[in-house]
């Protein structure tokens, strides 16, 4: 017969509390925790000198910035639109300036101005002996997927000025990928830095930057009121030929019809007054911006400028040791 197992709800609190385990059970764990001991040991030994070994080859890199104010570039009707719809507009343009500080033309001028192309530092910046052993392993790599065409022998067909501006864009291309623009808070200023192992190209970026974002905006400002002066010329003479003809006829048709005709007479001296007020207008903005366009205004101001830093940013020994040592024993973990 089946003998019935006893209700676990009926029994005491005692009796349903698994059994503590015995003294052998505690014994055998201790000497399993034992044997695994020099594992974590090895690892830990391991992961130690592999980020050490990442540290002392790496190159020390420096980090420097300058924060640009940025001054919105708006016409007079996006003056009135900004002034009905402040906030989404004003964000619009803030993000319009960025995009102009990040564009690949403001790279171009900063590769210019410090001949950041023909910089060794900058073009060939030394590597980690992982960075260098990557480097290496891809190159390899792409080279057994896509091999080199061997040259057909007729040589390069592009004149020395193509090949130098070839240079210039891929440093300007390498530029904008390694520089970095963020924005402070909600303000209009943004923080331009750049990361070197040497320290006055560190600071020497930013700063270049800068000021080649200041010259652009001038620059962008004395073509515009050039464009406008050029085409209000144009108009300021077409207006002056206009007034002068609706003034003669409204004169020969006074003297053609004497005191009869009220309602012509009017008609055509509002025509010659309007016309002549026009050309006044126009005169006057055009006398404006021409004053203006001498005296040039700037896009913003620098707030901050880059000085070369002293001390690295990176690499850090403690976070390379404690990366080394989490691998490795992750590592050994899993084998």
């Known amino acids: 017969m089946t003998q019935s197992l006893p209700n676990l709800r009926n029994l005491p609190i005692e009796a349903r509390v698994d059994p503590a385990p ?3 059970d505690l014994h055998e764990l201790w000497l399993a925790v034992r044997r695994q001991s020099w594992v974590g040991g090895t690892c830990t030994c391991l992961g130690l000198v592999a980020g050490a070994l990442h540290y002392a080859t790496s190159p020390r890199e420096f980090e420097a910035g300058a924060s640009v104010m940025i001054e919105q570039r708006l016409s007079d009707l996006e003056q009135e639109l900004s002034a009905s719809l402040p906030l989404s ?3 619009t343009a803030f993000q319009n300036e960025i995009q102009i500080l990040q564009s690949q033309h403001i790279a171009i001028e900063v590769v210019r101005a410090l001949d950041l192309h023909q910089n060794r530092d900058f073009m060939s910046p030394p ?3 992982l960075g260098q052993f990557r480097g290496d392993a891809t190159r390899w790599v792409k080279g057994l997927i896509t091999p080199e065409v061997p040259s057909s022998g007729g040589g390069s067909t592009l004149s020395d000025a193509q090949r130098e501006e070839r ?3 891929d440093a300007a291309t390498r530029l904008a990928m390694r520089t970095k623009f963020s924005r402070q808070g909600r303000s209009s200023t943004v923080w331009i830095s750049f990361t070197s192992h ?3 190209l560190a600071a020497a970026i930013p700063n270049a930057y800068a000021e080649a974002y200041l010259a652009d905006g001038t620059r962008a400002n004395v073509e515009a009121s ?3 002066t050029t085409w209000m010329r144009g108009r300021i003479e077409e207006l002056r030929v206009a007034a002068l003809e609706a003034a003669r006829e409204a004169e020969e048709f006074r003297a053609e019809t004497g005191a009869m ?6 008609e055509r001296d509002q025509r010659a007054e309007a016309l002549n007020e026009l050309f006044l207008t126009v005169q006057s903005r055009y006398q404006q911006l021409a004053l203006e366009s001498s005296f040039p205004v700037t896009t913003g101001r620098v707030l901050t400028l880059a000085v070369p830093p002293r001390r690295p940013a990176a690499p850090s ?3 390379l040791l404690g990366a080394g040592l989490v691998l490795v024993m992750i590592v050994g973990r899993g084998s």
Not at 261 to 266: A, E, K, M, S
């Open 89 to 91: 507009r004003n964000d």
């Open 198 to 200: 040497v320290p006055s």
């Open 127 to 129: 590597q980690s002996a």
């Open 167 to 169: 240079r210039i864009v």
């Open 317 to 319: 020994a403690v976070l």
């Open 226 to 228: 050039d464009r406008m």
């Open 22 to 24: 015995e003294e052998g």
């Open 261 to 266: 005709d009220h309602q012509g007479r009017r």
